[in-house]
């Protein structure tokens, strides 16, 4: 009977609970191993906090996955704080979600490259077999069958890359005539040049186009017409803006010395023979620099005129004659959308209380004059972050004329963080931090001995409002490349500050050059009409706008927005500064 018994605990506890206990045979107690649920975990978070890192830096912020990403960052501190509290299960769970959630966004990501090019070649096709493929790919993406989807585009990617080959040939010989185009064009432009003209403060520009031209004949002789073209664009933007530039130098100066000499001749009798006399010195000066092709000095020598402060300010109107008739107006709002021309004219009635443009002592930094007004900040066409509303900017004040450069900034700092040490003292300052920038900001108000709460970074609505210039549109001006230094014609780095035409205000380089950190805090816009919009008193995120030379044409929008946490520097962002009227009272 005994042995029966033991031979029915055996059986009961393999039938019951799938392992044996037999005390009868092992009297001591069993070794219990007990396992810390944390090293269990250790390869989950690393794995967790390696991905989630890899999708911040990898996937791009202009794809719009950001809400996605900030939901898979919630989801990972929860883990952080499931783990820190002992909830060890919880953790496992939310770490887990958090790589799904990682991998679910860059399959996202990748695919919407791999279907953005598609879409780009589907433009040239027109068979229906492909158009239906595409559609049933897209079908498949968006019901995040993500498998399907890639098999789908993987092979309409095939079909389409065969027709490609059969059409390769045809596109080079298309190449070849469009850069025949654009070299006849660069040949025309280098004939109508002037003979020693580029000496004009153009040395940079000069040389750049020269550096684009020799790369365009080049490609031309290794038969790569496709990359000839491209270059043979941004030659053909460089020789164009020189010529430009350099006529408008002529334009400008001889308009200020007529303006002056008829300002002297009203105010004669006022005037002392010392007076006159230094007045006679300066417009000789003046025309010396001019006859040694020192425009841009001599035409600075002559706005320098009010200095001596014997006569009233200057007004200048450059006029020309265009086919014939006289009296078209030259001004920088040729290059704008319509609505410009009522910012000027704003900002001109001001000028009677404040002057359009002050000087610190110091530094030299020269600000724009923004007048009061309502506008529309955001875009409607823009993302979910960039949705429209109206904003009223209550009180005038005075923004930055150019990007603070690397020469501004060691002078102010005594050191230059730059990455693009190369490209001159006059070009603009990157790789500071908005932390840094408040340090810049403190010394640079002790050095010029103005009061520190006078100056700051613009808020996002002072900004947009200063760069749009009274236009509406997603670009400021009809032709980005007129104002704007981006990924078509910036070489793939920053350049010279104030080469590109300005804006309505006489701002230069409000999009493009280098994207430029604002005041405010990165949150979403609000939807009612608000008086001096600014940001969230707190946050993660720091908002920098207006695209650099890094971006494309979508990305230089006057309602384009970007974050980074302050403490972060990049090569693609600098900053320019806010002065409130403070600083001329």
């Known amino acids: ?46 794995e967790a906090s390696s991905i989630l890192k890899d999708v911040r830096k990898y996937v791009s912020p202009r794809h719009g996955f950001e809400p996605m990403i900030d939901q898979a960052q919630l989801i990972y501190e929860d883990a952080q704080g499931f783990y820190s509290s002992q909830r060890f299960k919880e ?25 953005v090019n598609i879409q780009e070649s589907l433009q040239s096709v027109h068979e229906v077999h492909e158009q239906e493929l595409y559609i049933e790919a897209v079908l498949a993406f968006d019901n995040r069958n993500f498998n399907e989807a890639i098999r789908l585009f993987i092979a309409l990617e095939q079909k389409l890359e065969s027709k490609a080959q059969v059409a390769d040939f045809h596109s080079q010989q298309q190449d070849l005539n469009k850069f025949k185009q654009y070299k006849l064009k660069i040949e025309e432009n280098l004939e109508k040049y002037p003979e020693k003209l580029h000496v004009i403060n153009q040395f940079d520009n000069y040389a750049l186009f020269e550096k684009e031209w020799k790369y365009c004949t080049a490609q031309e002789d290794g038969r790569n017409y496709t990359d000839a073209l491209v270059h043979a664009r941004i030659a053909l933007n460089l020789i164009q803006n020189l010529n430009e530039n350099a006529q408008h130098l002529y334009f400008e100066y001889n308009s200020w010395y007529e303006a002056i000499q008829k300002n002297v001749k009203k105010r004669y009798e006022n005037l002392s023979s010392k007076q006159l006399k230094e007045i006679r010195n300066l417009l000789r000066k003046a025309k010396v620099l001019k006859d040694d092709l020192e425009l841009k000095k001599a035409v600075q020598v002559l706005k320098d005129f009010n200095d001596l402060g014997y006569l009233k ?56 004059l923004v007048p009061a007004g309502n ?20 009180e005038p004040f005075y923004i930055g004329k150019y990007e603070i450069t690397q020469q501004i ?46 100056l700051h970074l613009p808020t996002e609505a002072q900004w947009e409002y200063a760069a749009r210039g009274g236009t509406q549109e997603g670009h400021y001006a009809k032709n980005p490349e007129d104002t704007a230094w981006f990924v078509v014609n910036a070489n793939r780095q920053t350049q010279t500050v104030g080469a590109k035409s300005p804006n309505a205000l006489g701002l230069y380089d409000m999009t493009g050059n280098v994207a430029e950190l604002c005041m405010d805090w990165y949150d979403t816009y609000p939807t009612e009409k608000t008086t001096d919009y600014r940001g969230p008193s707190n946050g993660k995120f720091k908002v920098y706008r207006g695209g650099g030379w890094f971006d494309d044409e979508s990305s230089i929008r006057s309602g384009k927005r970007s974050r980074m946490e302050p403490n972060k520097k990049s090569k693609e962002v600098g900053f320019r500064l806010i002065a409130n009227l403070k ?3």
């Open 1 to 46: 009977m005994g042995h029966f018994l033991k031979f029915f605990i055996l059986y009961l506890g393999l039938t019951s609970s799938g392992y044996l206990v037999v005390k009868e045979m092992f009297p001591k107690k069993p070794v219990i191993i007990q396992v810390d649920p944390r090293d269990e975990l250790n390869e989950l978070i690393l």
């Open 91 to 115: 953790a496992k769970n939310s770490f887990q979600e958090t790589i799904e959630a990682c991998k679910e966004i860059m399959a996202l990501d990748e695919m919407r490259d791999l279907a």
């Open 313 to 368: 300010e200057v007004s200048v109107k450059l006029t020309r004659k265009d086919n014939g008739n006289s009296g078209s107006v030259v001004t920088v709002t040729d290059h704008l959308h319509d609505g410009a021309n009522r910012m000027i004219e704003r900002q001109e009635l001001l000028s009677g209380e404040y002057p359009i443009e002050i000087k610190l002592k110091k530094t030299g930094m020269v600000f724009r």
């Open 375 to 394: 506008f529309v900040m955001g875009q409607k066409d823009g993302r979910y972050d960039e949705l429209p509303f109206d904003v009223v900017i209550s």
């Open 409 to 454: 900034w060691a002078q102010v700092m005594g050191n230059n963080p730059s990455f693009f040490l190369d490209n001159g003292a006059k070009a603009p300052v990157e790789q500071v931090s908005w932390e840094d920038i408040q340090r810049f900001i403190r010394k640079l108000s002790k050095l010029e001995g103005i009061d520190s709460d006078a």
């Open 583 to 585: 600083i001329v009272k």
